[in-house]
């Protein structure tokens, strides 16, 4: 196919989605309906399965992710994300309670093998996956490998309709907080200091004259490469000093190193925004989200629904329990908490999309968008970067040793 046609056609559907997502408020995710509709066109040939390849974006959508997270660390600010001590808390036990659930619970009801692969799986991402894939792989279980492929193709399904569901809820428990004038933490706040002097930083700005597109996503890309080198260097440093094949994401650095160039002052708070490119960037990055779609087969699916139910099932119902009882520990709504914890199952940048979905469709004006992002974005931004990036990943590290060949 041709590389303009695949865009055009990317595009179109993920369209559909947006229209969607706006009409029915969000409950509908447009991430949820385009997973519905390429799916559907990979499984009846409408959609070649090279779809995504031959548009030739995903040649620069590892690049493009690596920015976005250092876009999405200068939207942090550092005494909002030390506030996030009660997100990580929640994130991390949701996450540990997937697995756990699904180890011990799933494990009762299914062979133990297809347990053991879906449980980090499903409270994590793509690392986790290719983790048990090549575990599966070197035992010669190939069944394995591919149902650790199906198991992250259908988390989403779960995940982001729960994501946008909670986050709908909690965007009406903030509008409704706001407009009684009960305390929120982080957005009364917000509301109080909107015309508070702009604080000075150790790097003063460049002057707007020179500072153009092309000088922010200079500065942007340098960043995400500082971060890359940083994360090869401390996990070959791993490696090296105790022979673990355990790496630290360079995603994280990214969001970190953005967090903390924002408060140095080196790069500006939204700074791909200000360049105009973050909406054609978060199309690129979105791709990553599906790229497992087009190997799975209806076949597939059928031979290994009844596994597949029961860890999703057994997966959402223990972290939707055990995220609101901890969320309700720490003081947290349980919409707030469910939402976080449904993080386990979609990531990045689906936490950053699923928010702004959400926002999009709920609030009434531009201020009231700002408030319900200042109080949820960062809260699931951190919260992806938790279960998918981290928690996940120590987990698949330590539970493929537990297949039986």
Known sequence: MLPILAT???????????????KTKAIVSMLFLSSVIFLAGFWTGILPSTLFNDSTLLSVSGVLVCMLLVHMGTTIKVRDFIDQWKTVVVAAVC????????YFIGGLIIDRNYAIVGAPILSGGVVATLTMQDAANKLGLTDLAIFAALVMVVQGFVGYPVASLCLRSEAKRVRKLVETGAELKGVTATISSENAPVKKRLIPPIPDKYNGANVIMAKVALIGFLATITANGVNGWIADATGSAFTISNLIFA???GVICK????????????ASADGFMLVVVTLSVFTNLGSSTPQQVLGML???IVVVVTGS?????????????VGMSWQMACAIGSTCLFGFPGTYIVTNEVVN??????????????HMMPKMLVAGMVTVSITSVLIAGYMCNLIAA
């Open 306 to 308: 009844w596994p597949l």
């Open 317 to 329: 119902v223990t972290f939707m329990v055990l995220g609101t009882l901890v969320g309700k520990l």
């Open 255 to 257: 969001l970190i190193y």
């Open 95 to 102: 996450c540990i309670a997937i697995s756990l659930g699904i």
């Open 361 to 374: 469709a709920i609030a009434a004006d531009e201020k009231e968008k700002k408030l319900m992002l200042d």
């Open 8 to 22: 055009f056609i990317i595009l179109l559907i993920f369209g559909v989605g947006d229209i969607v997502a706006t």
């Open 263 to 274: 408060e140095l002052g080196f790069l500006e708070e939204g700074p791909m925004g200000k």
